[in-house]
């Protein structure tokens, strides 16, 4: 079934401060979304209260993925509903192996008893490993610790494609990475891009958007989507910046928290 | 204010034992002299711990064991731990004496001696004269006179020059009478350029009021290697005193495994003398404290040596209202040049109750040496549990996982299979899970 995602009247709050404004959002299987939007925006905030980050506070608004809303859901039951974030800044966790932690995410998601076999989950992985490039070595590495900028996101994309998750929300997956490590990780989006799934990419640079081509571009401005257009809203953002966005919408600071 | 000790026992039954026992004469006046010292000395001074206030009495007294003619009578509570050992070398202490003893005659037939001290002190006289509370001494405090007075069961193993075993030998020591004093003394010593591994189990299977005063004496010859772990699985009643000493000769290196899985209060105090120059101690202490346990845990190096380098881990993880004290003290004497003495404590707290306490002490009286330190004491960080339920990990797994995680550094260290599965078994007996 395509997965069917709405977000509706979304605020959000940070330590009593209100981040998210009301977002609205319908996404549908197959679809790629990009968000673009200055620093501070409340871009990493919508991931993260869609996530279910302790920190954030949802305060209104609903988040419908196939008819169940994940608003109400744990943290972890709205990832085993099928939504998955690459987190800007991926947590290092010493003592975990990358193959542990991965292998408890996929077993999570089946009955006790019919939990992977290790020869399989291996195979698997390596599979995938060999399809982002990394190093077989990085299964035993402990999770994220000491790994590099590009390699934390890669890792991030691995587990992606281990976990086959219905929304996809990728927050800045191309900073850090080289403009080889930048087509990889895109070649692993692009082969995970189905009718079935749907994808929400928060970036800064149209370079992203020309490897992963988006249905759709939004703009985010003061905890709001203020304007959305297709892939030639990028492509001008790129080129003019956002002024012109804030002149037409009469934004004088755009951040979070400065609005009159 | 001087508090008197309570003796256990007074100086005519300890003669009538020892000569029962047929103890040569030195050991009958050496328990009695430390007996007298008892009298005397205080309780040990414990960093931030009222042990005065532990149950530190229950001695019980001494009670004859009843040898085993096979392993399989040995009691249902040790019989994980001695699972196809027919063939090893092992040692059984049940309550006050050792009941069982096999030395792989491959290794007695190299001269390895093993068995227990009192036999030991009958037919190596001279030998375990030499060593016998040498590095552990009787007049450092009651706990360790009345330990000298009242040592029974234990191990002796000597391991001679350029006797190099691979298999590790083990002893199980059960206290499962609360009536039978339970003071076994561990013994080794490795001559020049040896190498042993030696592993025992400390399990209690009772449920009254006990104690545990332990003592464990290691020698390592110039070029020789030991290799010492040990696991105390003590139950909630048993209260666990227990010194390790290590003496390290020139290029001789200590190892020190210690799993501290006690479910009683805990004492103990794991050191390591560098000797010798070019002597190296490694020791690694892993620690799950729950209930309302009291813990004073402490390891140490002293360097006398030139070139030794030392190092200390001791990672805990404290539940429920386990309150854990956890010290470290490197102390480089002045002359030992090039000395390098490392040392890391490190808690984690799973509930707001469990306090635990991390004391790095560096002692250093010489200029050209290297040292260091961390401590760090602090709780699951919950951007990590947010981390891995992202993925789908249920709450509880993912707390799990981080435990295991902050103690997986060290137990992966541990180079001996079974005894990490083994530890590795025993955490999750104590979290629960
Ligand atoms: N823990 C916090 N405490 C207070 N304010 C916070 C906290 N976390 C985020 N904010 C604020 O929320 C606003 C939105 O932050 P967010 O991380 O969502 O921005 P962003 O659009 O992702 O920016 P960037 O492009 O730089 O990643 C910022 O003003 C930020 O300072
Ligand atoms: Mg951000």
């Known amino acids: 079934m395509a997965a069917d995602f709405v977000i509706e009247g979304l605020k959000a709050n940070i330590e009593g401060k209100e981040i998210l404004k009301g977002i609205n959002l319908q996404m549908k299987g197959g679809e790629i979304h990009a968000i673009m939007g ?13 996530m279910g980050h302790p920190k954030y506070e949802v305060t209104e608004g609903t988040a419908v993925l196939d008819g169940e809303d994940l608003l109400e859901m744990a943290v972890d039951e709205r990832a085993r509903a099928g939504l998955f974030l690459a987190m800007q800044y991926p947590s290092e966790i010493a003592g975990v192996t990358n193959s542990d932690f991965l292998r408890s995410a996929i077993n999570s998601r089946r009955e006790e008893g019919k939990e992977i076999s290790l020869i ?42 281990m976990l086959d998750p219905k929304i996809v929300i990728l927050d800045e997956i191309d900073s850090g990475l080289d403009i080889d490590a930048l087509k990889i990780v895109a070649e692993g989006v692009n082969a995970m891009r189905s009718p079935e799934r749907g994808f929400l990419v928060i970036t800064h640079y149209q370079r992203l958007l020309n490897y992963i081509k988006p249905d759709y571009v939004h703009v985010m401005m003061q905890g709001r989507i203020v304007k959305s257009g297709g892939p030639e809203l990028a492509e001008r953002l790129e080129a003019e910046g956002y002024e012109w966005v804030k002149e037409e919408l009469g934004i004088e600071d755009e951040t979070v928290g400065q609005e009159v | 204010m001087t508090t008197q000790t309570i003796l256990p026992v007074d100086a005519e039954r300890l003669s009538e034992l020892s000569l029962s026992g047929g103890e040569p ?12 010292l008892a009298a005397e000395l205080e309780l040990p001074k414990l960093e931030k711990t009222r ?42 202490q049940h309550n006050s004496g050792v009941v069982y003893t096999r ?3 491959e290794l007695a037939a190299q001269g390895v001696i093993f068995t227990d001290l009192q036999t030991a002190a009958k037919e190596h006289g001279d030998l375990v004269q030499r060593y016998l509370h040498k590095a552990v001494l009787p007049g450092e405090h009651s706990i360790a006179a009345l330990h000298a007075a009242l040592w029974n069961g234990g191990v002796f193993l000597y391991v001679p020059k350029n006797v190099v075993i691979d298999t590790p030998l083990q002893a199980v020591l059960l206290t499962d009478d609360a009536e039978a004093s339970f003071v076994p003394h561990i013994l080794v010593v490795a001559d020049t350029n040896s190498s042993v591994t030696y592993v025992d189990n400390y399990v209690s299977d009772k449920a009254e009021a006990g104690l545990h005063n332990g003592a464990v004496e290691v020698f390592v010859g110039a070029g020789a290697k030991v290799r010492y772990a040990t696991v105390h699985q003590l139950g909630e009643d048993t209260t666990d005193v227990t010194y390790r000493r ?15 899985m006690n479910y009683g209060d805990t004492a103990s105090d794991t050191k390591s003398v560098l000797k010798g120059n070019g002597s190296s101690s490694d020791a690694k202490v892993i620690a799950v404290g729950s209930g309302s346990q009291k813990l004073n845990y402490t390891t140490q190096a002293q360097h006398f040596g030139k070139n ?54 560096l002692l250093i009286d010489e200029d050209d040496v290297t040292a260091g330190h961390a401590a760090s004491v602090g709780q699951v960080n919950p951007e990590q549990v947010y981390y891995l339920m992202s993925r789908g990990i ?6 799990k996982l981080i435990i295991y995680g902050f103690l997986a550094p060290v137990v992966s260290q541990i180079p001996l299979e079974g005894l990490r599965n083994q530890l590795q078994t025993l955490v999750e007996r104590k979290l629960g899970q």
């Open chain 1, 120 to 161: 399989r989950f291996i195979r698997q992985m390596e599979a995938k490993m060999k399809e982002l490039e990394m190093n077989p070595e990085f299964l035993h590495r402990y999770l994220n610790e000491g790994f590099s900028g590009g390699e934390k996101k890669r890792n991030e994309i691995l587990q992606m494609m």
């Open chain 2, 308 to 361: 030794t380098p030392s190092d200390m881990i001791t990672r805990a993880v404290m539940r429920e209202s386990a309150n854990s004290i956890i010290n470290g003290i490197t102390k480089i004497e002045k002359g030992a040049t090039r000395a390098d003495g490392q040392q890391t404590e490190k808690v984690l707290m799973l509930s707001p109750k469990a306090r635990g306490d991390a004391n790095p002490i």
């Open chain 2, 25 to 36: 004469g030195w050991l009958k006046d050496s328990r009695l002299q430390a007996l007298a």
């Open chain 2, 246 to 260: 290590a003496v390290v000769e020139n290029d001789g290196t200590i190892e020190w495994i210690v799993g501290e």
């Open chain 1, 38 to 50: 200055p620093n501070g925006t409340g871009k990493s905030t919508l991931a993260s209260a869609l």
């Open chain 2, 394 to 399: 249920t709450r509880h797994d993912a707390e």
């Open chain 2, 51 to 92: 042990i005065d206030r532990w149950n530190v009495n229950n001695y019980g007294s001494y009670k004859a064991a009843k040898l085993l003619t096979a392993l399989n009578e040995a009691p249902s509570a040790i019989a994980a731990l001695i699972k196809d050992q027919e063939d090893g070398s092992l040692i059984i």
């Open chain 2, 103 to 105: 030395l792989a005659p």
